[in-house]
């Protein structure tokens, strides 16, 4: 796993407009404790991989296969898909069980999304850096697909962990299927010429989306 300095993040995250009053202090206060107690060590791992085969919904990378039901209808010129895990460690998350416990749950909320945010600014670096990989290689970066969306059931996300070199004391998979720390996510991207959904990222499809604060953040 790669590390990732989000000092200057932060930074630009306590600037941006929100909320005022009781939330507006409670999200400031969560920037000052992540940034005074250090509680996220944000991390990344990726890999590029060649396509063997596509056949319909099962891309065959010669030691592993993936099921993505989204690339059944794909046109485009597939060659090479880009498995990558992000995260945040587990300190964020421990002090926010912490905060509900000492019954201060304003904080605890507020320091659970600036979490969130972060960790997609990280996700959101990790892509960058996989399309400027994929520009190098002459080839376009297409949809982003994340285990548990309506283009790639849960049950292909140990697979996914595994291509993209995640290290079990950094990012592990629990029994339901979901990834531990809490503050992590992994992800598909499709790489290739011509791919129809090129345009596609995580957001697209998800009903909050126009209301989402996040997302607003994310594209100032």
Do not use: W
């Not at 629990?174 to 990834?179: E, Y």
């Not at 531990?180 to 991207?189: C, T």
């Amino acid at each position: 796993m790669r590390s990732i300095d989000l000092s200057r993040v932060l930074r630009a995250l306590a600037a941006l407009p929100g909320a005022s009053g009781v939330e507006g202090r409670a999200r400031q206060e969560a920037l000052d404790l992540i940034e005074r107690d250090a509680l996220v060590q944000p991390a990344f791992s990726y890999r590029i991989l060649p396509v063997r085969e596509l056949r319909g919904e099962t891309i065959d990378l010669g030691d592993a296969t993936l099921r993505v039901a989204e690339l059944a209808a794909e046109s485009g010129e597939l060659t090479a898909v880009a498995a990558a895990t992000c995260t945040l460690g587990g300190a964020l998350e421990a002090r926010v069980t912490a905060l509900f416990r000492a019954h201060r749950p304003l904080l605890a909320v507020a320091l659970d999304a600036v979490g969130n945010e972060l960790l997609f600014r990280v996700a959101d670096r990790t892509f960058a850096r996989i399309r400027r990989e994929a520009r190098r290689q002459e080839l376009e970066t297409g949809a982003e697909l994340h285990p548990g969306d309506s283009g790639i059931a849960l049950d292909q996300q140990s697979t996914l962990l595994a291509l993209a070199g995640a290290e079990p004391n950094t990012i592990a998979l629990t029994a339901h299927g979901m990834l531990a720390p809490v503050k992590s996510l992994s992800f598909l991207a499709t790489l290739g010429r011509n791919l129809s959904g090129r345009s596609s990222r995580r957001c697209d499809h998800c009903p909050s989306k126009d209301r989402c604060r996040i997302l607003a953040h994310r594209t100032q």
